[in-house]
Every structure is written in structure tokens, then in C-alpha cells.
């Protein structure tokens, strides 16, 4: 009998990834779904056997359809597959009914493994609904997501707290909209901005690591620094926490290009990155948040133009 399967996932990248990683012998009909609101819809509609669930979506997130789910007589089996791999974030889905929890990127080996273990392999044939063509865009916020949920994964071990991760956001700033969009930052003398550059295979780009106001004290309460109230205590805060985030962030990403990039050292910047940036750079955005903590932490990866077309050359494989 032909298994119907619900991807839902608000990247295409993501979700073309993991439908292609299906065994082409299973007996399933595949549908996609953009975000939580859409899933459930068709849940309504479409009698379905296994949801694969992402967890960082727009509209409605993934630990919210597990909530809608939980005594709904249509609920499929649900496997969730997120780049959210904090202990914490695994015992939450596990508690709100999730079959399982698959960290992405996912590969075939895995997927064939978690089919047999949970019964749902019947051999067959493997039929697609069509997929939009991922874009650019798409694919480098997806891989900026994976790379993000093992950044937080180290920093909420050091710190001891579950991390609310966003959706990356991409831009594209011209001129001095870099500037403009930093500035307030640089104005308030009790702001430090740190600053990691780092290359690879002919991609190089900047990270600023920035802590909100009121941030420090926690942060290096967690961390066991003192003398917060002194520039050099706050600084100490800022360089463990931006060494923390931004190489687990790196090493992230650069596994899923298959690019080793180097990093400099990190340094404060008190005005807006140089002149590699004085055109058009693409910026990728990601706030860190402790709710229960009051924390936010903010990552900003600046790509310049000569740049991005050996990285779109990187993309291509995942696009095609």
C-alpha cells in the first residue's frame, strides 16, 4: 500500500535534499508543504502516514504543529528534521509525541534506517510532487541554518540554557546601507562589536558578533568572568562568547561547502568594515536568543561582491 509522506519545510533546498535521499524503492507519494499553517491544512484534507517536521519555520513553527497534532485523530507518525540540535530542543519534540529526531543535513544511509526501524518500508516505487527550483538565496539561508544550529548547540552547552534560534535573513546592501544599518550599534559607548574575518577557496568575508545592552552580566555570570562593570571584563565576555559562536558557526558551513576556511584573529571595530564592503555585500542576519536568561546575541556574516560568484559556484551542487 502506498505511504503518503508530508515534507514540511520552509527551505526547498531542505526539502529537495531530503526527498532525494528517499529510497527510490519505497512504495510513497511525496507532498511539501512551505511552513506549519500549510502542513496542517493538508493534514486536514489528505490523509497522511509520516510527516517529516522542520522546526524553524515562518508562519507557524514546528513545535507547534507537534501541539495541533498531539490528540488529533488524523496525526500522522511524525519524524522531526531540523538543524536544531541542542539536547533541549531533542527532548522537547520527543515529549510533545515526535517519532524521532534526525539532525539535517540527512543522508540516505539514515533515512533507510529510520523507514525500517518504525516499520514504514514497503517496497515499491517512489513518486515526487514537483518542487520549485531552489535559488540562490534559498540554499545559502539553508546552510546558514544547519551551521547556526551547531553554533548553538556549543554555545548552549558552555552557557547551560536552550537557545531560541530565528530564521536566518539575507540582504543585500548597496552603498552605505552597511553603515546605516550598524550605526546605532556604534553609538551607544556601551556596545562592543566584534570583528572575525576569515577565507576560503576564494570566498572571504567578515562576521561581526554583537551583544545587546544589558547581555554582559549574564552572559558572564554564565560564563564565570567578573569585573563586568570595566571595558576589559566586558570585553573578555564579548571575545569567549564571539570565539565560541562564530567557529562553530564557520566550521559549520564550511563542512557543507567543503571549503576549510581560515579565520583572523578577532578585533573590536568601532566604525563600519572596510572598503572590500563599500559596494554591494550580501549580509546574513542571525539573533541568538535566551528568553529565561534575557539574552540576545546577534551574528552578522558580510560576503562583498567578488566574493559571491565563487560562492554561488559552491551552491550549485545543492541546486542542481
Same mark, same amino acid.
Given at each position: 500500500?502506498?505511504?503518503?509522506?508530508?515534507?514540511?519545510?520552509?527551505?526547498?533546498?531542505?526539502?529537495?535534499?531530503?526527498?532525494?535521499?528517499?529510497? =527510490? #524503492?519505497? $512504495? +510513497? @507519494?511525496? *507532498?511539501?508543504?512551505?511552513?506549519?499553517?500549510? %502542513? /496542517?491544512?493538508? &493534514?486536514?484534507?489528505?490523509?497522511?502516514?509520516?510527516?517529516?517536521?522542520?522546526?524553524?519555520?515562518?508562519?507557524?513553527?514546528?513545535?507547534?504543529?507537534?501541539?495541533?497534532?498531539?490528540?488529533?485523530?488524523?496525526?500522522?507518525?511524525?519524524?522531526?528534521?531540523? =538543524? #536544531?540540535? $541542542? +539536547? @533541549?530542543? *531533542?527532548?522537547?519534540?520527543?515529549?510533545?509525541? %515526535? /517519532?524521532?529526531? &534526525?539532525?539535517?543535513?540527512?543522508?540516505?544511509?539514515?533515512?533507510?534506517?529510520?523507514?525500517?526501524?518504525?516499520?514504514?518500508?514497503?517496497?515499491?516505487?517512489?513518486?515526487?510532487?514537483?518542487?520549485?527550483?531552489?535559488?540562490?538565496?534559498?540554499?545559502?539561508?539553508?546552510?546558514?541554518?544547519?551551521?547556526?544550529?551547531?553554533?548553538?548547540?556549543?554555545?548552549?552547552?558552555?552557557?547551560?540554557?536552550?537557545?531560541?534560534?530565528?530564521?536566518?535573513?539575507?540582504?543585500?546592501?548597496?552603498?552605505?546601507?552597511?553603515?546605516?544599518?550598524?550605526?546605532?550599534?556604534?553609538?551607544?559607548?556601551?556596545?562592543?562589536?566584534?570583528?572575525?574575518?576569515?577565507?576560503?577557496?576564494?570566498?572571504?568575508?567578515?562576521?561581526?558578533?554583537?551583544?545587546?545592552?544589558?547581555?554582559?552580566?549574564?552572559?558572564?555570570?554564565?560564563?564565570?568572568?567578573?569585573?563586568?562593570?570595566?571595558?576589559?571584563?566586558?570585553?573578555?565576555?564579548?571575545?569567549?562568547?564571539?570565539?565560541?559562536?562564530?567557529?562553530?558557526?564557520?566550521?559549520?558551513?564550511?563542512?557543507?561547502?567543503?571549503?576549510?576556511?581560515?579565520?583572523?584573529?578577532?578585533?573590536?571595530?568601532?566604525?563600519?568594515?572596510?572598503?572590500?564592503?563599500?559596494?554591494?555585500?550580501?549580509?546574513?542576519?542571525?539573533?541568538?536568543?535566551?528568553?529565561?536568561?534575557?539574552?540576545?546575541?546577534?551574528?552578522?556574516?558580510?560576503?562583498?561582491?567578488?566574493?559571491?560568484?565563487?560562492?554561488?559556484?559552491?551552491?550549485?551542487?545543492?541546486?542542481?
Amino acid at each position: 500500500m502506498t505511504q503518503h509522506v508530508l515534507i514540511c519545510d520552509d527551505s526547498r533546498l531542505a526539502s529537495k535534499q531530503l526527498a532525494r535521499s528517499l529510497p =527510490a #524503492d519505497w $512504495q +510513497a @507519494e511525496i *507532498h511539501f508543504a512551505a511552513h506549519g499553517r500549510e %502542513a /496542517l491544512a493538508h &493534514l486536514q484534507q489528505i490523509p497522511t502516514d509520516l510527516l517529516f517536521l522542520d522546526l524553524n519555520m515562518p508562519e507557524m513553527d514546528g513545535y507547534t504543529v507537534l501541539k495541533h497534532l498531539q490528540h488529533q485523530p488524523f496525526a500522522p507518525k511524525i519524524i522531526v528534521v531540523s =538543524a #536544531d540540535i $541542542q +539536547a @533541549e530542543a *531533542h527532548r522537547r519534540v520527543m515529549d510533545l509525541g %515526535a /517519532l524521532d529526531f &534526525l539532525r539535517k543535513p540527512i543522508g540516505p544511509a539514515q533515512l533507510q534506517d529510520a523507514l525500517q526501524r518504525y516499520q514504514l518500508f514497503e517496497p515499491g516505487q517512489l513518486f515526487q510532487h514537483r518542487l520549485s527550483q531552489v535559488g540562490i538565496d534559498d540554499a545559502l539561508r539553508e546552510l546558514c541554518n544547519v551551521a547556526m544550529g551547531q553554533a548553538a548547540a556549543s554555545m548552549s552547552q558552555v552557557l547551560g540554557a536552550f537557545i531560541e534560534l530565528p530564521i536566518p535573513k539575507l540582504r543585500r546592501l548597496h552603498g552605505n546601507e552597511l553603515e546605516m544599518l550598524l550605526a546605532a550599534s556604534f553609538r551607544d559607548p556601551e556596545l562592543m562589536m566584534l570583528s572575525q574575518g576569515f577565507i576560503g577557496h576564494g570566498i572571504s568575508g567578515e562576521a561581526i558578533v554583537l551583544l545587546q545592552r544589558g547581555s554582559y552580566q549574564t552572559v558572564g555570570t554564565l560564563l564565570g568572568i567578573d569585573n563586568l562593570a570595566q571595558e576589559q571584563g566586558r570585553l573578555e565576555v564579548q571575545m569567549e562568547l564571539g570565539n565560541l559562536l562564530f567557529s562553530a558557526f564557520l566550521s559549520g558551513l564550511g563542512e557543507q561547502l567543503n571549503i576549510p576556511f581560515c579565520q583572523s584573529h578577532p578585533v573590536l571595530v568601532r566604525e563600519a568594515p572596510a572598503c572590500q564592503f563599500s559596494n554591494s555585500t550580501l549580509a546574513v542576519e542571525i539573533s541568538y536568543r535566551l528568553t529565561e536568561q534575557d539574552i540576545l546575541c546577534d551574528l552578522l556574516l558580510l560576503l562583498p561582491q567578488s566574493s559571491l560568484p565563487r560562492l554561488e559556484q559552491s551552491l550549485s551542487f545543492l541546486m542542481e
